[in-house]
């Protein structure tokens, strides 16, 4: 910790300011949080309770005349389709594969460009690349890159003679899921490269001094100083990544669609298809809904175990 | 009669006025919609053209994504922020007629001179099941089938007529021609992904028995059509692997690239393919089989909407859009075929073969039922059971019957 | 002499390799793309990408008659404003969740987050007319607005984990010196968490540069960006792969671009001296 200040002057100064000013001091965290809670609230939880209020309801979007409340019976549909509970066995394992992938990459890299080497300036600016790229490019870039006939992927596998045919990456339940999960961890480590990267900079260079003094080697220095510097910012992506990637669907959607049959289907996928192409906004909102419950649900789970470390 | 306006002033609190309110209504501008695979923006010619013949009428034509275009539709319809005009496909009017979205143009096509000109078959096909009349067609392909003229003759084969022809020389061109003891060449590119159920309906509806309507999809004929299918895949592997999966733009790559002899597709890509292969490659008509012949007509066509501000105005762009030589600019714009009598006699825009064989296939082209329930068919139901009908996860009774239950239940 | 070469050597095998092997990883489908935006058009299929007759036809194309400067210059526009918005909200809320215990603070942390667990797609259609009753549609401030709301909850999240990592003993020196709260954020705590600024104004102009949902619902004809441009290159017959890979390429450019400038800021030992002595 840094050299010690008289903080006690510091509280007593504070608290002699909170006896002059309490209610000035107890608004201020809420004006703060204001405008950010105002703007969310408006145009992300109106639509929200919108949605929730649609999934109540049997609304086929080209019958925007019937509007019928059935309760929850868009729900007890959802947990009897076989598709809902294939779905949600996928979003787990998708998130399962996706984010520990992401983040191990990222963390490599992070370390990699906090050191100092002459063109590290460049490096870092590379490695933003698969994050900056539209989702769409970058779905079909792939589909590209594993198509079997003239996928660069398979050229090179079979050049170094590792599979001796071209295998439809995409076109094989077996192999596309986890094709996509390859793609997706391709384009979201940079986020945790350049989160950790920040989060690094905190944690004073004269830690590893003094332990460099003390004979630790790298490996310790790590272990000892960097991760739990980082460990805040580390868990806080973590959590981010988990939301964002369970949602993203945009990259599954153009490289497979879903298919082939299911097998590459996950709940919020499952949800767009009902309700975008399908037109059935009420079982579609349903879906949705359960699948933020399902969400919500790991997330405090997480935030329990994890708390303490994050704010 | 309006009066003219400073046409600058005018466009320029048009454009103010749109920005602030969010498109206040104006009765003399067509906001039109259209998705065209050429994004070099050709259509503001055919703007401009229209609004120097039409002095008081804006034409705001968009280009919505193709991938996007229905989403977008619908959800504006809803949102009562639809366009005024469109380009509409038949297998959406059922739904949009549902919403009451459209407006029936029966009175204006009775008293357009260009009525006469437009190919003859068109408006029936394009009607609604009640007679009325929403669509006007603008243009048209029909799938056919692409094949290799080199390795057609290599094999020593001739383009096949029916489906036993079809398959023996699927069977016969899925070789090895690297030596490397796996087969890299396949007979056929079939599309599996969505929008191939094109594919799959000439080698099944085209049978005597099979259908849409009650039992006809599970009758034995119609079977035997997905059993076919399924048999060229699993069986004689004259489908390259990623078949299930294939969208059309791999199968016009792997066709393209000369891993596939044959596929379907139509006279939107016949440009390409020149481009590609030249002389080595040419079409037919596709093959019948089990007694009749099928294969798609695809069909495009423009609409009115029931929330359109200036009705006449609307109704004046579209028939612009579909009368003689203003038709063949769009359509040479767009790459398909034009819809009025006029153009298609002198039609140079594509090489003779191919419109010769979509000609020869007009007489069989169709359109799939004209119900809500087709649109569920070609976006989840067909692609899904097709796909795991291909890798073995369900049998062809079970995929009919998953059809069957859509259209019959 | 010797130190320094085996440490140097130490350096390239340690760091330099690894990092290569990382940027190859990064860039090979990058690099692909570039390939294949300018390989010539009638050779992309029959041949595959290739140097041979390379031409930059795609790139004139994509400017000239796509009008793709038009779509970089809105995307521009929305994300560098979903930026200025996105931080200002974020920062301030951040500050508040992380130096104050005040009652709500985890039911409004939670409450953040909430609002990215629903999948998008369910709300365009309620988004979409409260923004035409405001007369927003195809304009930039409802895309602006659109995409804050998304941005804000990550950021606020990840602004409060980096504030966290200053001490508050800064705030309360501050303060005794005569700052007010808003003063000690703006003198001393913001300069300090620059590199956490940094990283969360990155994320949130890819955020938005990215976006699609949004850009195709709320924009029209007057905002249309990048990534709605992009999309209209995928036709229902043909695929422009030429132009579409051109576009990828283009389009990732002003980030990676921007991030070369600003990650200069990037550097440790921000925290250090500020409480000495």
Redesign the interface.
Known sequence: MPAALPVNRGHLMTQTRALTTPIGRRILPYAMLSPAVVVTLVIVFLPMLQAMWMSLHDYV????KSFDFVGLDNFSKALADPVFWISLRHTVLWIALTVPAQMLLGLITALLLNQQFPWRGLARALVIIPWALPSVVIALMWVWIY????GVLNDFLLRLNLI?????W????DT?LYAIVLTLTWQGFPFFAVMILAGMQAIPSSYYEAAAIDGASSLRQFWHITLPGISGVLLTATLLRVIWVANSIDVIFVM???????TTYTLPLYAF?KA????DYGYGSALAVCFTILLLGFVILYLRRAGKNIG | MKTKLKSAAFAAALMIG??????AANAETVDFWY???????PMSDLVAKFESANPGITI?A???????YY??L???I????GPDAALVKLNALP??I??EALEPIDAQLGSWDGKADILPNLFDLTAAADGTHYLLPVQYVVLYLYYRTDMFEQAGLTPPTTCEEFRTAAKALTRDTDGDG?PDVYGFGFR???GGHDHWATFTLSRDGAGFGPGEMTSAAAVEGTQYVLDLFQKDHAF???????G???I???F????TAMTI??I??SK?MV???GDKVSAVPVPGCGGGHWTSFGDESSAVFSSAKDKDAAWKWISFLSSAGNNAEFNLAT?QLPVTLTDSKNWKNHEARFVDATVASLPFAQLLPNV?ETA?FT??VW??SM??A??G?ISATQMNAEIDTLYNK | MMVRNRSLIRRLLTVDLPMLAVLAFTLAPYLWMALTSITE??RL??E?PSLAGATLANYT?LFN???FGTNLLDSFIVAGGTVIVGLSLSVTAAYAFSRFRFRGRRLMMLQFLLVNMFPLVLL??PL??L??TL?????YLALIIANSTVAIPFSVWMMTSYIDAIPRSLDEAAMTDGCTRLGALWRVILPLCMPGIIATAVYIFITAWNEYLYA??LG???VKTIT?AI??????????WG?LTAGGIIGAMPATVMFLFVQKRLIAGMTQGAVKG
């Open positions: 979007l080209f019958r925007p198509d079997s006939n003239f001796s045919h071209s295998i439809p995409l076109a094989d339940p596309a497979t669609g879903g298919g082939p049959g299911y298809i975008r192409t399908g037109l | 749109t920005a602030l309110t969010g498109g998705h065209f695979d050429n994004p070099d923006n705001n968009e280009n919505v994504p193709w991938n996007s989403d977008q619908y959800t504006s809803i949102a009562g922020n739904r949009l549902e919403m796996q599996g992904g969505k390259p692997p990623s078949a299930p999966n294939d059309f733009k791999e016009i790559g792997g393209k690239a000369g891993t597709h139509h939107g890509s390409g481009e590609a292969l790459g809500s569920d976006n989840t692609p899904v796909q795991r291909l890798i996860e | 058009k009638s299929f029959t595959g194309r008659t796509v009008g365009i259609l979409f007319i923004m035409k007369g927003l549609v195809d304009t195709l619902t029209g004809r007057n709605v999309q209209t290159l995928i036709g229902e017959y043909e695929v422009e132009l």
